[in-house]
């Protein structure tokens, strides 16, 4: 791993959270995870190189292969043992989507044998539901987005996601809706593999400062409200 002045740093961007980012029709990466790592790379003195992924789990799979140095992900447990996370910037909710005329209306009514819960592989949710559900069963599909796809189509009993992509989907398709309760909230942080820890200390400092100064608040609001 090179340490040259020179040196870009790489951000891993995950697509498969569209509340964080998402791509445009060139393919261009933008959201709050882009901007965010566009500002750490001007306060570092780096240009930045983004490298999209479709999903979390792939980012955890690429940990410490010199791929990528700073990424953007949910903490959890599970991943603590690849990776080293800050301090979250922001906490989004996971709740569910169900078809508008199923009898569902809370999440803690989900766990129950016999209710086929699609979600996305090795997204934060699916990680969370893996260690919470006894009874209900977790079918994971590649992408968050390919569980809300699969669900359309008909399998399962819901899906579990980040609220805002299944409100979207809910406002596109008005056979379905979101429940108005969350099973967790979903801290997102910054982070860099646990055997690379070049840019940690700098990375903690820079979060502090800036969401002291409210400049975190201001960007992500702003983000979600595109």
């Not at 399962?156 to 409100?167: D, H, V």
Request: overall charge negative; proline content about 4%.
């Amino acid at each position: 791993m090179s340490d040259s002045a020179a040196a870009p740093l790489r951000f891993a961007i995950n697509l498969g959270n569209a509340v964080l980012a998402t791509e445009d029709e060139q393919g261009k990466p933008n959201g709050i995870t882009v901007a965010l790592a566009t500002k750490i790379a001007d306060s570092l003195g780096r240009e930045p190189v983004f490298l999209t992924y479709s999903a979390a789990g792939k980012v955890v799979d690429d940990a410490g292969k010199d791929i990528w140095d700073i990424a953007f992900l949910a903490i959890d447990p599970k991943r603590e043992a690849l990776l080293r996370f800050t301090s979250p910037y922001i906490t989004i909710q996971g709740t569910l989507l169900v078809r508008a005329h199923s009898h569902w209306q809370s999440v803690q009514e989900m766990d129950k044998a016999g209710v086929v819960i699609n979600v996305g592989k090795n997204a934060a949710y699916d990680l969370w539901l893996t260690r919470e559900l006894r009874a209900a069963t977790l079918i994971r599909h590649d992408s968050s987005q390919d569980a809300i796809e699969a669900f359309l189509n008909g399998a399962g009993e819901m899906t579990a996601g980040i609220r805002q992509p299944l409100e979207k989907t809910a406002r596109e398709h008005s056979d379905f809706r979101v429940l108005p309760d969350n099973f967790t909230g979903i801290q997102q942080a910054i982070c860099v593999a646990k055997s690379d820890v070049r840019w940690f200390p700098a990375l903690t400092t820079l979060l502090a400062q800036w969401q002291q100064e409210g400049v975190i608040d201001s960007l992500t609001e702003h983000a979600l409200s595109q």
